[in-house]
């Protein structure tokens, strides 16, 4: 009697090509949802401000590596916004040894008469200035500003957030590329 082998038939898995401009598209649509928030934020801090201060988002890829920039648009919005994010050290105004400086017209009624708009740390702004008569100076000791650090609160804030559109994102990235993220055992 002949002995009959055992018939064993093999299937090869064969995955779909990786389609990397689907992934790419909803990674930077993702990105694009978190740097619109992050302008938001910044808008909030601005929004009671005489300057105007316009913000930007700049998103590139490099090398499959995403990178995502909000910042205030060049000008002097931009001056100003770096002063009060990052405060100022207490100096003088005029600088020493400036002989052609006009002399100086503001608002002031004594220490204390001015209302910040901004608060540290919060992604807010809320009516404020000076008050008091107007006064004129040759030269003043400007007492410098405490650093509101709306940056770093927005980073942290959305550093926290994106760890949460990552698992999201990365499932629809799989879904459009053609691949699938469950696990196998």
């Known amino acids: 009697m002949a002995h009959r082998g055992t018939n064993v038939r093999l299937k090869a898995i064969v995955p779909k090509a990786l389609n990397t401009k689907a992934m790419e598209k ?38 499959n590596v995403f990178t995502m920039d909000v910042r ?63 006064v004129s100076f040759k030269h003043v000791m400007h007492p410098g500003t405490e650093p509101r650090k709306f940056s770093e609160t927005i980073a942290r804030r959305w550093g926290q957030l994106s760890r949460k559109h990552a698992t999201k994102t990365m499932g629809l990235v799989a879904r459009f590329s053609g691949h699938s993220m469950r696990r196998y055992k």
């Open 72 to 134: 205030p648009k060049v000008g002097e919005g931009e001056k100003i916004f770096s002063y009060v994010d990052l405060g100022t050290k207490k100096h003088r105004i005029p600088k020493v040894g400036n002989t052609t400086a006009k002399p100086l017209y503001f608002q002031w009624g004594g220490p204390g008469s001015y209302k910040a708009k901004t608060t540290p740390r919060e992604l807010s702004s809320t009516s404020g200035g000076p008050s008091g008569p107007m």
């Open 26 to 63: 909803i990674i930077r649509q993702d990105f694009r949802k978190m740097g619109d928030g992050m302008k938001k934020d910044l808008d909030k801090t601005v929004a009671t401000w005489e300057t105007d201060v316009n913000f930007q988002l700049r998103t590139k890829v490099k090398r």
